[in-house]
Nanobody, 122 residues
């Protein structure tokens, strides 16, 4: 069964850091572009960062505060988040693209995890 499972979310104070994990099962993620998106109620899912099969990283947030990485041996993708702000509060989703390169368009991803809640608040 093809599946993505995110973890690592939680409550963090402004300025803090979190590292999210996304474990893939049922397929080898090293053939795919993998991305992190986030979504708040009433808004569309927006891209945060993506990493291609060739480890080319794209920071869609353009803030320099999010770093995506992958460990193909563990079939896992990570998102390191730093200097977090209240506006980063959202449900964060891991997505698989059926191609090796990246896209910022959520509809171009065919497998999603259940999401992990990140809340930035004092």
């Amino acid at each position: 069964q093809v599946q993505l499972v995110e973890s690592g979310g939680g409550l963090v104070q402004p300025g803090g850091s979190l590292k999210l994990s996304c474990v893939a099962s049922g397929f080898n993620l090293d053939y795919h572009g993998m991305a992190w998106f986030r979504q708040v109620p009433g808004k569309k899912r927006e891209g945060v960062a993506c990493i291609s099969r060739d480890n080319y990283e794209v920071d869609y947030s353009m803030t320099g505060r999010f770093t995506i990485s992958r460990d193909n041996a563990k079939n896992t993708v990570y998102l390191q988040m730093s200097s977090l702000k209240p506006e980063d509060t959202a449900v964060y989703y891991c997505g698989r693209r059926p191609y090796h390169y990246c896209s910022e368009i959520a509809s171009e991803y065919d497998v999603w995890g259940q999401g992990t809640q990140v809340t930035v608040s004092s």
